[in-house]
T-cell receptor, first 115, second 113 residues
Framework: AQSVTQLGSHVSVSEGALVLLRCNYS??????LFWYVQYPNQGLQLLLK??????LVKGINGFEAEFKKSETSFHLTKPSAHMSDAAEYFC?????????????FGTGTKLQVIP | NAGVMQNPRHLVRRRGQEARLRCSPM?????VYWYRQLPEEGLKFMVY????????ESGMPKERFSAEFPKEGPSILRIQQVVRGDSAAYFC???????????FGQGTRLTVV
């Protein structure tokens, strides 16, 4: 069965500092991996996705993530945090589980940006 | 191409009433997922449907909850005899059949009073 683990339910960074949100996955087949962002009282918006092309994926708002198969990781980074980055971030994996495709989400990481 | 449409955005029900949450997937999308998000908790998978079929309902409570995705019309998540613990945000996502991302609706926030 596939699964996603997000380390740290809450992360705080200073404005201008590096953002690093961790995601590890397990999947029996090469996965498709995603990061979503959720602003308060909103739905989820896709930040970026890995679909077996380049291992370093660039997304919107200056975010990027690197797929590392050996570490089964897909950590999300941004060089310089902005106040508007404060939100909840979800890592997700899409792959075959039980004979059909399924999307599984991590429990989310809330990012706080301190002025 | 309109996005995933969920309605209503906000729903208030008294204990014991029924709640019906609707999700219209994006055009061309035949896969629908329902998730529940409780305050301060992550997204919990509830059910995965394709047109006229329930593929995986392992996240659905055994009682009071049901979901459908008919050949025509939106997907419906139905909660019978709601209780206060059902208060949450319910999100629907849709995707096409192949390996692409799921697109989310804005959610329905259910409040049981």
């Amino acid at each position: 069965a596939q699964s996603v683990t997000q380390l740290g339910s809450h992360v705080s960074v200073s404005e201008g500092a590096l953002v690093l949100l961790r995601c590890n996955y397990s999947s029996s087949v090469p996965p498709y991996l995603f990061w979503y962002v959720q602003y308060p009282n909103q739905g989820l918006q896709l930040l970026l996705k890995y679909t077996s092309a380049a291992t370093l994926v660039k997304g919107i708002n200056g975010f990027e993530a690197e797929f590392k198969k050996s570490e089964t990781s897909f950590h999300l980074t941004k060089p310089s945090a902005h106040m508007s980055d404060a939100a909840e971030y979800f890592c997700a994996v899409r792959g075959y589980s039980g004979g059909y495709q399924k999307v599984t989400f991590g429990t989310g990481t809330k990012l706080q940006v301190i002025p | 191409n309109a996005g995933v449409m969920q309605n209503p955005r906000h729903l208030v029900r008294r204990r014991g009433q029924e709640a019906r949450l609707r999700c219209s997937p994006m055009k061309g999308h035949s896969h629908v997922y329902w998730y529940r998000q409780l305050p301060e908790e992550g997204l919990k998978f509830m059910v995965y449907l394709q047109k006229e079929n329930i593929i995986d309902e392992s996240g659905m409570p055994k009682e009071r909850f049901s979901a459908e995705f008919p050949k025509e019309g939106p997907s419906i998540l139905r909660i019978q005899q709601v209780v206060r613990g059902d208060s949450a945000a319910y999100f629907c996502a849709s995707s096409p059949p192949l390996n692409t991302e799921a697109f989310f609706g804005q959610g329905t926030r259910l409040t049981v009073v």
